[in-house]
């Protein structure tokens, strides 16, 4: 609400009321016309029953949807792109959620990524955990041991290994097995700062991750240290390489707030200064 104050008498303007929907355009249809309007059926509106933290596509056209209280689906409908339904609640989901999410969670997700072979859902969480889903059944599972929030989560191009953030290091985990249970995870270390982006190369050996300090590394995830997992300690990875985002010279830092391989190689990083930078790695194929 907002406060003005004439002659001694306080008057308060409500602010407007918050509204949660999903707006989902075509982008194969014309484009939008000069009065602002789109094209007859080019855009969707989606009704939420609460506020939506990330928004991502699975491989299927499912749109995937996470904030409090868990991850909503929304399915297309046949015959019409445009048109969607909730997936409704999974019998198995351990979590009761908030009502209308089909993966139940109590408490904030903050990071989303479906896998690319739809079979997998990982969540990144306020209380420091990874939630992972199986969308065939509901099933959860549960990745811990984390410092901090996890703010990213991406997966590499196979779908067989899933990143994850927390505090300054990377953690990977393997899912070639089926689920990450039982495998050694890897930590991608040597950031000094909180890991704020992640981004797996199209080969889906190297990895890259930024941070709150605008520094980028890359790693081998092939290239690691062996640890133990019946002694709590994950494998290593070390960087490859490590670069500095600054605008110049006695700049301050600034956070990496994005990560993206082109297809050709190219690591671009988006800052929160506004500004991009493209390193491009011959060595890597």
Known sequence: AHTHTENAHTHTTP????????????????????????????????GLS????????????????????GVTLFRPTVGDSLAYEIVPRYA????????GATLGYKGWLLSLA????????????????????????????????????????????????????????????????????????????GQKA???ALAFHPNGRHFASGS?????KVYDTQAYDAGDLRQGRPHIAHALCSFGTSVAVGMPASCVEHLVWSRSGVLIAACAQGKCTALRFRALS
């Not at 990330?54 to 749109?63: L, P, S």
């Not at 709150?212 to 980028?216: A, F, N, R, V």
Request: aromatic residues 8%; charged residues 15%.
């Open 15 to 46: 602010s407007p009321p918050r509204t949660q929907s999903l707006v989902i355009a075509d982008l194969n249809t014309p484009a939008f016309g000069g009065d602002g309007n789109a094209p007859a059926g080019s855009v969707c509106v989606l």
């Open 194 to 196: 909180s890991v704020t």
């Open 92 to 99: 198995k989901t351990y979590h009761s959620g908030i009502d």
């Open 50 to 69: 609460r506020a939506v933290d990330c928004v991502e596509f699975m491989a299927d056209g499912t749109i995937c949807t996470c904030g409090y209280g």
């Open 114 to 189: 479906p896998s690319p072979t739809g079979e997998w859902i990982a969540s990144g969480c306020s209380d420091n955990t990874v939630r992972l889903w199986k969308t065939a059944t509901g099933q959860d599972f549960k990745c811990g041991g984390y410092s901090s929030k996890i703010s990213c989560v991406v997966w590499d191009p196979s779908g067989r290994v899933c990143a994850t953030s927390g505090s300054n290091q990377a953690t990977l985990w393997d899912f070639s097995t089926g689920s990450p249970a039982g495998s050694t995870p890897l930590a991608c270390v």
């Open 212 to 216: 709150s300090d605008g520094i980028l």
